[in-house]
């Protein structure tokens, strides 16, 4: 099932009115309870009827932003997936690096990345960037390709049975180019860096402490437009059971 045409935002209060009235409606409705809205389809229609509290209220129209923005970056453009890449990546030789070590941090990385290829508007980048909760930015990207589990309504009763919608394909390709995007330039400073780099975590890497690397890593940001932040004294990365069977 497809919806790009977009989605009604209601009142949280407005969803048990939209329930009653499908009470002794024919067809099929689904329903789902989600963190930041509970969410309606019916008649190819969805219903988002965002959490009460308040950053999530002030905060849902980005949803919307994003999907509207992706809808127009798609249009009359082929989207081809990038080369996949490890979120999480580990130098073997440097597992158990004892040594000093420094990071540097790419702020809102997703977001900032998304803006810069063009996915979304300037518009929907600066507003996103005053959200206190950053999670609504990472959610209104992930909702990109995310596949939820929804209660069937019957005739407008609600069922016991459940059913899994998926996401388009194509804004899953979106989604997916925005993370490789970010997990490549890791890789390229990875490279940089040589010996010296022991890994990076999604958007953070970790390398041996000199002035010479640090300026290396924060140049290349500032030449590919990313924002960062450089930390003086990170916490010593530590490489799960998960990263063992990858790296």
């Known amino acids: 099932m497809s919806l790009q045409n977009g989605f009604t935002i209601l009142r949280h209060d407005q969803q048990k009115i939209i329930l009653d009235k ?5 067809g099929i409705a689904y329903y789902r309870k ?31 932003s994003v999907q509207n923005d992706v809808k127009d970056f798609i249009e ?3 989207i081809r997936e990038k080369e996949k890449l490890p979120v999480n990546y580990w130098n ?4 158990s690096f004892r040594g000093k070590i420094t990071a540097t941090d790419i702020d809102h990385a997703y977001w900032r990345i998304a803006y810069l290829e ?14 206190k909760d950053k999670s609504l930015r990472l959610a209104s990207l992930a909702n990109l390709a995310s596949h939820k589990e929804y209660i069937i309504i019957k005739d407008g009763v609600m069922t016991n049975k459940t059913i899994e919608l998926k996401f388009d ?27 010296d780099f022991i890994c990076y975590k999604t958007d953070c890497i970790y390398y041996r402490d000199t002035p010479a690397n640090r ?5 290349y940001l500032d030449t590919v437009s990313l924002e ?16 063992k069977e990858i790296n």
């Not at 073997?92 to 597992?95: S, T």
């Not at 300026?215 to 140049?219: I, K, P, S």
Request: with cysteine; net charge positive.
């Open 215 to 219: 300026d290396m890593v924060q140049t």
């Open 228 to 243: 960062w932040k450089q930390l003086v004294e990170p916490e010593k990365p530590i490489l799960n059971e998960e990263e």
């Open 118 to 131: 063009g996915v979304i508007k300037p518009k929907t980048y600066k507003k996103g960037l005053l959200l």
């Open 92 to 95: 073997a030789k440097n597992r």
């Open 34 to 64: 989600g963190s930041f809205s509970d969410e309606l389809i019916w008649q190819n229609r969805k219903f988002l009827f965002p959490s009460p509290k308040k950053k999530v209220t002030t905060g849902v129209w980005i949803f919307r």
């Open 169 to 195: 394909p194509i804004l899953q390709k979106v989604y997916n180019n925005i993370r490789y995007d970010c997990y490549e330039h890791m890789m390229i400073m990875a490279k940089m860096l040589g010996e």
């Open 76 to 78: 009359n453009r082929r």
């Open 22 to 26: 499908l009470k002794g409606k024919k």
